[in-house]
């Protein structure tokens, strides 16, 4: 499942579901998909979110595994990993964006994004 964040401020955020529903409930969303931040609610959730993925403990957060999908795909220790903070980024300018415009940021089923 893909999941895709929108709002009125900038272009659209495209995840796997997996990684969305992490970072929602790292925000104090339920993780649910569809769902919503109001404007009024953005500064709790970028504050949450932040002190999250920047404390020291924020690449340790476990993500979920994925299957592997070929035999030769990396899977040893030398496997690249995106770390979670970089997953986050282009969340955070998001939420940025939108609580400087007091806008909403809405996420639902990529294939059925309305925005």
Known sequence: MLVRFHSRTSAGVLMFGDIAVVL???????GSVPGAVLARDIPEALHRLRQAVDSPEGDR??????P?????????????????????YPLVQMLEAAAAAECDVIWEHADKATG
């Open 24 to 30: 929602l409930r790292l925000m104090g969303m339920s």
């Open 61 to 66: 957060i476990r993500e979920p595994s994925r």
């Open 68 to 88: 592997k999908k070929h035999d030769d795909e990396a899977d040893g220790p030398d496997a690249t990993r995106v770390r979670l903070r970089t997953r986050a």
